[in-house]
């Protein structure tokens, strides 16, 4: 059972999360002591592996462990990551954030951000054909993935580097097919059902901070953050991906974008905050937008991340004075060179590996938080309970900000996640602030 599927609009592929990025452990009743285990389930991009390394405390150590069900999405997890992972010497905050949030959320992004994915490609293409013992980097560790899907790996981040044909994929044309394929015969009023999907929809369930004429251009050509000016033409190719379709009986990977064309990449990063000044309304209009609180929470992770560097080179204050370069050869930064964080490692485990980790004496009763997006939570089984620590806490993303699916299916899928939730032996957390993003379960108890 998954949102995802049923949803057109939500596309195959979970290029980002249906919800905020969360400390997961600030999520429960009992915050680990020490060293945590997070195991995150189809989360499609590493917001919540920013956000709680940013509330650590100094002496508290992570361990993230991923799994998705697209080598494509790791392959796009890990760019983001190594992007995060740049030290402010080779690339300014502000630039960072900049690259950061256009190979994120646009399909087609600037000269200069297409220079910078490329570098990091052929890093990571290295990092993952070299490394087969030991990580190259503790963040970046892709050494318990199968070979074959290393290999895939490699294969991916080769074809960002290199136009695979004489033809290369029109990200507009593809974005279009999308739209159209969606849409069908309102495809010639397209205009106003963005703008009701934006206002009775998204602004209904509280996400006022998206702005129209931002959400209207993100919907019409697939382009969410336009930071400074410039020609966003070039292709994004960390979000294309196959597609298998049946032509005349016989199965036919089709390449093109296939993922959200709907909810945006704006509820990752951009409709909750901290800084109350960015929520600020004018006679009942926002005054900022979710592309500026975007850029601010993914500027401030930045600055979380350099803090747990074993030699901090800069501090907020020179970030925030520093303008950003425009330089191409800042941006050739190798994995040895990229940012070592104090206590913190992210591994990514096989595609399959829900049904092998109960198997493995390691993982028995390891994990202090478990995460399911809502597109996997079909894969959330009984044996769950084996890897789960005595204190674990089970978070679950709901459907809320799939925006294909009506109340009555949005309130099923989250009873659908309860019933699964309890015949893997978890129950609701009660003492929790309720809560219509994320469902928060502990284990039963005996």
């Known amino acids: 059972m998954s949102a995802g599927q049923a ?3 939500a596309g195959c592929v979970t290029w ?3 919800s905020p ?3 997961l452990l600030k999520t429960g009743p009992v915050r680990p002591e020490q060293a945590a285990n997070v195991l995150l389930v189809g989360s499609g991009d590493p917001r919540h592996i920013l956000k709680t390394i940013a509330g650590l405390q100094n002496e508290e150590s992570l361990h993230v462990w991923v799994v998705e069900d697209s080598m494509e999405v790791v392959a796009r997890q890990l760019l983001l990551l190594y992007l995060a992972l740049i030290p402010q010497e080779s690339m300014g905050n502000n630039e960072k954030t900049e690259i950061f949030l256009e190979v994120f959320g646009n399909s087609e992004i600037r000269c200069q951000t297409d220079e910078a994915l490329k570098s990091v490609a052929s890093q990571l293409s290295l990092g993952v054909t070299e490394t087969l013992e030991k990580a190259a980097h503790p963040c970046l560790n892709t050494t318990l993935l199968k070979f074959k899907e290393r290999d895939e790996l490699a294969r991916i981040f080769k074809s960002w580097t290199q136009p695979q044909s004489s033809t290369p994929i029109l990200m507009s044309k593809a974005w279009d097919y999308r739209v159209r394929q969606h849409l069908g015969t309102r495809y010639d009023s397209k205009k106003g059902s963005f703008d009701w999907d934006l206002s009775m929809k998204l602004h209904e369930k509280g996400c006022g901070i998206i702005n129209k004429q931002q959400y209207m251009q ?3 050509r697939g382009v969410a953050f336009e930071m400074r000016e410039g020609v966003y033409q070039m292709t994004n190719p960390s979000l294309l991906s196959s597609r298998v379709f049946r032509q005349k009986g016989d199965k036919v990977a089709v390449r093109g974008y296939w993922g959200d064309i709907v909810s945006s990449p704006y509820l990752s990063f951009g409709i909750e905050t901290d800084d109350k000044d960015l929520l600020k309304t004018q006679n009942g209009q926002h005054t900022k937008t979710a592309q500026d609180v975007s850029f601010a929470n993914v500027s401030t992770l930045f600055q979380s991340l350099s803090s747990r560097r074993g030699h901090p080179t800069f501090s907020p204050s020179d970030a925030e004075a520093e303008e950003p370069s425009t330089q191409s050869d800042q941006k050739s930064v190798s994995i040895k060179d990229l940012m ?5 490692s992210v591994t990514f485990l096989p595609m399959d590996s829900l049904q092998k980790l109960p198997q493995k004496q390691k993982y028995s009763h390891f994990f202090n938080r478990i995460y399911f997006s809502a597109s996997l939570v079909h894969q959330l089984g009984p044996t769950l309970r084996q890897i789960a620590a005595p204190d674990a806490v089970l978070v679950v993303e709901l459907a809320k900000y799939i925006l294909d699916l009506n109340k009555k299916q949005e309130a099923g899928f ?8 309890l015949k893997a032996e ?21």
Request: proline residues 4%; negative net charge; without cysteine.
């Open 21 to 23: 990025a969360r400390d």
């Open 340 to 344: 070592h964080l104090k206590g913190i």
């Open 414 to 421: 989250a009873e659908k996640v309860s019933s699964i939730a």
């Open 426 to 446: 978890f129950e609701p957390w009660q003492e929790g602030k309720s809560d219509d993003v994320h469902a928060v379960f502990v284990p039963q108890k005996k």
């Open 218 to 220: 993100w919907r019409e």
């Open 16 to 18: 980002w999360g249906f």
């Open 7 to 9: 949803s057109e609009g």
